[in-house]
């Protein structure tokens, strides 16, 4: 695949608008719900998660990252902020909150909970939407659309209220698939205006720190709980490794796709931006969400000879994880696979091995390897940035 080149003449494209946009109040506000949730999660594979723990917390945070991502859509294509639309970002929250408060028992007794939650939010989405339907509309979106994928979808949620709770897991994977499709096989029609892309990218990029945010508190939350010099270098270890993320991410990944996404044409914008910040970001910010869990163990636990393996697994894995989708992003956007393997496959490589062989490492030196990759991720990509290279990076 191919970076995608300048437009045709004529042809709409995602560039920036004439007037930069910036997030509104709203959707600052909006984004404190996912701090809650976030927490949720991270708290949920604390100490020595199991395989299934991972596997059911990743199955609970796609539907409300979907949401996250789908209301960030529908704000960046209807710049409004009148009563309606706050109303509607508030009902938002509501139900999100009630979903991040199920989060610990979705798969048992607060199951209803989280599928009416989710339920609630697809009529927030389904509200964010008809306005487009109207004819006035310059490209009225057609109203089967958000019919099928906003009512019909809450229809279907809220029926698996009522199934068993050892059937829930299964239908709503059921329900997400179908939505998945619906949506692929769309490849983008429908979309009655250009994507804003310095205003996305600022969204997934605001999101990106809430769960770097939550690394940071895991951290001082489990120095302050175990208060030893022991916790305090692995704390100090596992900040370097957060900061080697932010200033990386924020340095090439985000530049990268306001480069690629800015100089689409509309529907080719559209989908790009739902594959990298719909799909693959998904896993980016799961990664760090992992990270968070196993870097406030590490801290608890920085006087033992060793970690348990569940925390061996979030903080490999987790950055495994993240460079992986940072990888497919870069897939995604045309870079050659022989150049994004030079940074990839150590990238994966060394935290799985790290994880694999941390059994024999004391807590420290876990956090130090894994930072010093981190870093050396960074020193690489700068490097390659000042010798001009800096595109292929992501």
């Not at 506000?29 to 949720?40: M, Y």
């Not at 790009?272 to 992992?290: P, S």
Request: charged share 15%; glycine share 10%.
């Amino acid at each position: 695949m191919s970076t995608p080149g300048p437009p045709a003449a004529g042809a709409p494209t995602a560039g920036p608008a004439p007037a930069a946009r910036h997030a509104g109040w709203i959707e600052l506000f909006f984004d404190l719900v996912f701090v809650a949730f976030v927490a949720q999660l991270a708290h949920g594979l604390h100490g020595d998660p199991g395989a299934r723990d991972f596997a059911v917390l990743l199955a609970l945070y796609f539907p409300a990252w979907w949401m996250w991502a789908n209301i960030t859509v529908a704000a960046n294509l209807f710049a409004d902020d009148g009563p309606r639309r706050r109303l509607a970002m508030l009902f938002a929250m509501l139900f999100l909150a009630a979903m991040a408060a199920a989060v610990p028992e979705a798969d048992g007794d607060r199951g209803a909970a989280y599928a009416l939650g989710y339920a609630g939010t697809r009529l927030v989405l389904l509200a964010l939407w008809w306005p487009a339907t109207r004819a006035t509309e310059r490209r009225p979106v057609p109203r089967r659309r958000p019919l099928a994928y906003c009512l019909g979808f809450a229809v279907l949620w809220t029926a698996s209220a009522a199934a068993p709770a050892s059937w829930r897991l299964a239908v709503w994977a059921v329900l997400v698939a179908a939505e998945m499709a619906l949506l692929l096989s769309s490849r983008g029609a429908g979309i009655p205006r250009p994507v804003h892309t310095g205003h996305l990218v600022e969204r997934v990029g605001l999101f990106v720190i809430i769960v770097l945010g939550e690394s940071v508190l895991s951290v001082v939350t489990a120095t302050d709980a175990t208060w030893t010099a022991e916790a305090g270098a692995v704390a100090v270890l596992g900040f370097v490794l957060l900061a080697a993320l932010w200033w990386s991410y924020f340095d090439f990944a985000t530049t990268a796709a306001e480069l690629v996404i800015g100089r689409s044409r509309m529907r080719d914008a559209y989908v790009l931006a739902r594959d990298v910040a719909g799909f693959l970001h998904y896993f980016v910010t799961f990664g760090i969400i992992a990270l968070a869990a196993g870097l406030g163990t590490a801290v608890e636990d920085a006087g033992h000879e060793h970690l348990p393996q569940g925390a061996l697994w979030a903080l490999g894995g987790g950055l495994a994880l993240y460079h992986a989708a940072h990888a497919a992003i870069a897939l995604r956007f045309g870079r050659p696979p022989r150049r994004i393997a030079v940074w990839a496959v150590p990238g994966i490589g060394i935290p799985l091995l790290i994880a694999l062989a941390g059994r024999a490492l004391a807590p420290w030196l876990v956090v130090l390897l894994l930072a010093a990759e981190a870093v050396g991720h960074l020193v690489y990509a700068e490097r390659r940035a000042r010798s001009g290279w800096a595109a292929s990076l992501r």
